[in-house]
């Protein structure tokens, strides 16, 4: 009866513990939403190769502004990124995935760029990566941005 005794606070607090990952998360997270991503930059971006990568939005992605539908591939190797730009995703969805990789084109010269992406939810902004990238990096620099809903088991 003693070890009982002793085990009672273990056992309140392990059934205390939630294993649902949505606590973590802000809002109603068991609904698809609409995310929009704004992109910018300033600096030397001509003498960088970067390319950036959307996944998550089954339908695609569109052009904030116009409408337009857009590629979920943006690479500068065939041509300089503009200087911004936001997309949508067409529809709502669970999830978004955003890559990004920079790599200078010569680390000879002084260079440097100003990278900023913020993250929309559903038109409101909850996250924001800045980087700040020169001629001190050699290889690549790159970060990958995820947000997933929990809309499992409803």
């Not at 949505?22 to 910018?40: A, H, I, K, P, Q």
């Not at 001509?46 to 992605?61: A, C, K, M, N, R």
């Not at 440097?112 to 559903?122: A, R």
């Amino acid at each position: 009866m003693k070890r009982i005794i002793y085990f009672l606070p273990l056992l309140l607090f392990c059934f205390s513990c939630s294993s649902d990952s949505s606590d973590d998360l802000s809002g109603d997270e068991t609904e698809n939403s609409t995310f929009t991503v704004e992109y910018s930059q300033s600096g030397d971006n001509e003498l960088f190769h970067q390319d950036i990568t959307f996944y998550g939005s089954p339908v695609g992605w569109e052009d904030s502004d116009s409408g337009a539908e857009v590629e979920g591939y943006l690479n500068a190797e065939y041509e300089t990124l503009p200087g911004s730009f936001s997309y949508t995703t067409k529809e709502a969805t669970p999830a978004i995935w955003v890559t990004y990789n920079v790599t200078p084109h010569n680390v000879e010269d002084d260079i440097s760029l100003e990278v900023t992406f913020k993250f929309y939810k559903d038109e409101e902004l909850i996250d924001t990566k800045n980087l700040s990238i020169d001629n001190e990096s050699t290889v690549t620099d790159s970060f990958e941005w995820k947000y997933f809903a929990d809309v499992g088991d409803e």
